[in-house]
Each structure stands twice: as C-alpha cells, then as structure tokens.
C-alpha cells in the first residue's frame, strides 16, 4: 500500500493546502508531529458522482 503525505510548518498555508486537496475530493487525515509540524495524509479520492452530491 502506498502512502502519501503533506508536512507543513505554517498553519495557514496548512489550512489552505487542506482545503483545496478537499475541495478536489480528496480524502484525507490531519494532524500535528510531536515537533509541531501540520501533517496531511492522503486516504484517497472520492469519484465525481460523490462531488457532484456533495458528499
């Protein structure tokens, strides 16, 4: 299985990146290292009925 992931150190670029990765229908998990670095991981991606639903 492969892995994906996003580090960020600033927490508004952090939100940016997760918005538009979400807005693309990504899935995803979000969290923080222990030395305060923002973590992105990519689950996977919705297909286009879902984003048309909106869900």
């Not at 996003?6 to 508004?12: A, G, K, P, Q, T």
């Not at 997760?18 to 919705?46: F, K, M, N, P, W």
């Amino acid at each position: 299985m492969r892995y994906t992931y996003v580090w960020v150190r600033d927490y508004v670029r952090f939100q940016q990146i997760v918005q538009a990765l979400r807005d693309h229908g990504y899935i995803l998990r979000t969290g923080t290292t222990s030395d305060g670095t923002y973590a992105v991981e990519l689950l996977g991606q919705r297909g286009p009925e879902q984003l048309s639903l909106g869900i």
